[in-house]
């Protein structure tokens, strides 16, 4: 007998969709489960017994506007293919919601490991936890040093007032997802305001770059994922949300990924300097990036919160999201004094 779907995922309408849109691929019944984990956008393994493939759609409730843009994600994928970051080979896009109730698209399944913690870190040792994160900036330059145009990206974002532009949609994404008193959150926005420095060359920006976003084999990274939020942008904002997820013991942060706490994971400094040096970038304005970092985590953190609150997202460990919001603004206030 075979299991059920998981939810948000049909596999015999997927199935069917495959089979017309890429004759050929499955081969058999299709088999469905989550990837734990995920906080936002949901992620799968399917599979027919021979072969495996991952499909990524939106949260089954609440959707903010922008978030979650399927199309986006396929794109860009699609156009780093040739390049030196690695990605996953785009497979269907899928635009018609009455296929699961949602856009979606499917891509190859990529061995490797998404580490979310220390305790993970620890077991391949110190040695080659440096290894792994001189990778993860590495990749990231990588990144940012391919040329949009190129890549048929070239009208993928708005680089002009980007920042300004970002501080807006935050904010309005808070607006959104607001349902309670959160001190703090609306000072840290206006500081934020009211300082926008000014960006350096634009470039592809992935918009929430972490170890526990990437796979990794060995040193390899062998998949840069979840991609809902690129866009071209300021890369130093990429940069930045490295540094404050690393900063996430100074308000116990528990839902957030504690990789830098693993032995020979290298300090934040160490992290800047290999970035900065790499690239060639200024980064001499980064507590600015990180105020703005910490106010997009706490954003992003509330509007998962209001989805759970309303009972519309799938899966657990979501009951001390919300706690982590507040504390979030706090260290974005505490990073931006003199």
């Not at 032995?263 to 990036?289: H, K, T």
């Amino acid at each position: 007998m075979s299991s059920p779907d998981p939810p948000g995922l049909d596999t015999g309408r997927l199935r069917a969709y495959l089979d017309e849109h890429v004759p050929g691929l499955v081969s058999g019944p299709l088999t469905g489960q989550v990837v734990p984990g995920g906080r936002s956008n949901l992620t799968y393994i399917v599979g027919d017994g021979r072969s495996r493939w991952v499909v990524r759609r939106p949260p089954l409730g609440h959707v903010l506007p922008t978030a979650h843009d399927m199309t986006r994600e396929h794109r860009v994928i699609s156009a780093l293919a040739p390049t030196p970051v690695p990605v996953p080979e785009a497979i269907a896009l899928c635009q018609d919601p009455d296929v699961l109730g949602a856009p979606f698209y499917v891509m190859e399944f990529v061995p490797g490991t998404p580490y979310r913690s220390d305790t993970e870190l620890a077991g391949v040792g110190s040695e080659r936890t440096r290894a792994i994160a001189d990778a993860l900036i590495d990749t990231l330059v990588d990144l940012h040093a391919v040329d949009p145009g190129s890549v048929g990206l070239a009208d993928f974002g708005r680089p002009q007032g980007f920042l300004a532009r970002q501080l807006r949609r935050w904010k309005k994404q808070l607006d959104a997802s607001r349902s309670r008193d959160l001190p703090g959150i609306d000072r840290l926005h206006d500081r934020l305001a009211t300082a926008v420095p000014a960006s350096g060359g634009a470039a592809i920006v992935h918009g929430d770059y972490r170890l526990d976003n990437v796979l990794v084999q060995g040193t390899r990274i062998t998949a840069v994922l979840d991609w809902e939020m690129s866009t071209l942008g300021d890369p130093l904002t990429d940069l930045a949300l490295l540094v404050a997820y690393a900063e996430r013991d100074k308000v116990d942060l528990k839902v957030v990924s504690n990789v830098c706490s693993a032995p020979g994971y290298p300090a934040i400094d160490q992290v800047i300097n290999r970035y900065a040096q790499r690239s060639g970038r200024d980064v001499s304005a980064l507590n600015w990036y990180v105020g703005l970092a910490l106010f997009k985590l706490a954003v992003i953190l509330e509007g998962i919160y209001y989805r759970f609150s309303q009972g519309k997202t799938v899966g657990a460990g979501f009951d001390e999201i919300g706690a982590a919001v507040v504390p979030l603004a706090r260290l974005g206030n505490e990073t931006l004094k003199d």
